[in-house]
């Protein structure tokens, strides 16, 4: 029955400065914005078609925002170059573990190579390419340099 996943939502803390992350930093196009009756909140779409994605961010108290995480599909080609891209955005990039800074890792049970940051409220997002290679849970997660490597590979 459950085809995809068509949206998600985010409480955050500052309406503006999310708005600002989400459009100018990652570049989503906004869908809708409303601020009516103390409810204030920005959709936005996700994914080159419209109306196949959508990301909401709701303005809420502190008190009602907690740290969630998802993760955004992106081309292997483009994850290639995330961490440069977030860089010059002011952005840190790290690993599932937040132990190495910077570096592509793969998930050898997808396989899929991925990077994390945050938004401006913490948030754990994700830039994620899934790989064609065959899957390697015996690896665990290894670094994309490592994974390519064993598979023959260099970028």
Known sequence: MIKGLFETHLNVTNLEQSAHFYEHVLGLPLAHSENTEGRKRRFYWIGEER???MLGIWEKAPSE???QHFAFQVT????KQSVSY???KGIEASNFLDDDKGQLYVFGWMPAVSVYFSDPDGHSLEF???LSDSPRPELGMVPWKEWELIHGRTW
């Not at 292997?76 to 994850?79: A, H, P, R, S, W």
């Open 76 to 79: 292997l080609e483009d994850l």
């Open 128 to 130: 994620l390419a899934v």
């Open 51 to 53: 109306n196949q994605a």
């Open 65 to 67: 925002v907690v740290r």
């Open 86 to 88: 977030l860089k010059a």
